[in-house]
């Protein structure tokens, strides 16, 4: 299964924004097993990068540990309506993606 | 001048390897760190050790939100707060999973040291979140009990 797309919504909280963040991503273990008694490739997400207007805010290492299709949420201190909340990923296969959202 | 030589040979040597890795991986280059020997860590001491946190002192100013029981262990959603002033990281590690840590959340200027995540875990655990603050060390444990487990298929 390759990598689908991103949802991320950033919602205004109480002197923080809220930026929850889905990503479409099989997250491999490498020890799940097909019927065919074959295992399947370690295949995740290593990194995740939370930008508010252009600056790094969380950089993260994540495992296979991660449940597929990662679910993250994140707070950014403070936030006004129209700030830009960009999130990146790349996995060990050196795929990648990203998505943008703007607070409202 | 015979050294000279030699380090001009093996410094051209390591451009052009760089280059070649390049050329084949463009995005290599773009790659931001990942704690290999941490993340291959099989127990949770090993994997602290590799991340600069073989001590730390217990703390109740970082609070982990989890169920007491997990129905399903392939989607165990944990919030974790640190409420230390300070707070650089947080590490998540599940104890009993064959490679403990599942992840490290760095925070720089603009971001609240807070994360929700859902983890997979392959049976019952303790789930520990390790915070760093100000050179020093802080970790909160909680018990997870998970009924289906996550990890095989």
Known sequence: MAAGPMKMRA??????????????????TGQRKTPDG???????????????NGKTVVESQISQAIS???????????????????????????ETNSTEATIA | MHNRRRNLLQTAGIVAAALAA???????????????EAF??????????????ASAEASSAIVIEAPHIAENGAVVPVEITSNIAGTTSIAVLIDKNPFPLAGK?????GAL??????????ESSDVRAVVMA????????????????????
């Open chain 2, 22 to 36: 390049g050329l084949l991986k463009p995005i290599a280059a773009l790659a931001a760190t990942w704690n290999k």
């Open chain 2, 40 to 53: 291959s860590a099989k127990n949770p001491g090993d994997a602290l050790k590799s991340l600069g946190a």
């Open chain 2, 105 to 109: 959340f760095d925070f720089m200027e």
């Open chain 1, 11 to 28: 919602a205004l909280g109480a002197g923080y924004t809220d930026v929850r963040v889905l990503m479409s991503h099989p997250m491999e």
């Open chain 1, 68 to 94: 597929r299709n990662p679910v993250f949420s994140f707070r950014v201190k403070g936030g006004a309506k129209g700030d830009k909340i960009e999130v990146a990923w790349l996995d060990n296969k050196g």
């Open chain 1, 38 to 52: 074959k295992l399947v490739e370690l295949h995740f997400i290593q990194n995740v990068t939370v930008k508010v």
């Open chain 2, 113 to 122: 040291p807070f994360v929700k995540l859902n983890l997979k875990m392959s």
């Open chain 2, 134 to 153: 100000g050179g020093r060390n802080y970790v909160a444990t909680k018990e997870i009990k998970v009924t289906i487990g996550g990890c095989g298929g």
